[in-house]
């Protein structure tokens, strides 16, 4: 079970393409100005069987997958039974958008689990001062665009590269 503030489909704002974007409910970080704030409580959302979110990921072939929130390292346990599944079933990608750091999140087992099914992490609280709306996929100049699974097999951060003809 994952606490879902919305899973929306379809959208194209949390990464490139076609996406199924999964809004978790609780985030610790409580950014300033965050465009979400009503995701923070994870008592707000409502509870949803992992089983019935790949269901409904795997019912649009077309789409990709964004986990979003509020923050999904919040619940890693139940979004990686769900990226596991996703990566099982199918070949889409999976963005996870998220306050926490890369080096954090690699030292905590259970986020580190769901990176391993993770290929771009945005990741870094959001910061107002640092806003800036011509960046692409993040809202603040000290978020990373990262590609997670040359991170962990390089050992060292790797960012991602979007290239929009690909």
């Keep these: 079970m994952l606490s879902i503030i919305d899973i929306i489909e379809d959208t194209t704002v949390d990464g490139p393409g076609f996406r199924t974007a999964i809004y978790a409910a609780g985030c610790p970080n409580k950014c300033p100005g965050c465009h979400n704030p009503e995701s923070w409580d994870i008592h707000k959302g409502k509870k949803v069987r992992t089983e019935e979110i790949v269901e409904k990921v795997l019912a649009d072939e077309f789409a990709n997958v964004t986990f979003s929130g509020g923050d999904p390292m919040f619940q890693p346990e139940g979004f990686t039974e769900v990226a596991k599944a996703i990566k099982e079933?199918?070949?889409?990608?999976?963005?996870?958008?998220?306050?926490?750091?890369?080096?954090?999140?690699?030292?905590?087992?259970?986020?580190?689990?769901?990176?391993?099914?993770?290929?771009?992490l945005v990741d870094g609280r959001y910061k107002q001062t640092l806003r800036d709306e011509s960046l692409l996929f993040r809202g603040s100049s000290n978020q990373r665009l990262i590609d997670v699974q040359a991170s962990l097999n390089k050992k060292e951060i790797v960012k991602y590269?979007?290239?929009?003809?690909i």
């Design 89 to 120: 079933k199918s070949q889409k990608t999976i963005w996870c958008y998220t306050g926490y750091k890369f080096e954090d999140l690699i030292k905590n087992p259970a986020q580190a689990a769901l990176l391993s099914y993770i290929d771009v």
């Design 161 to 165: 590269k979007y290239d929009p003809f």
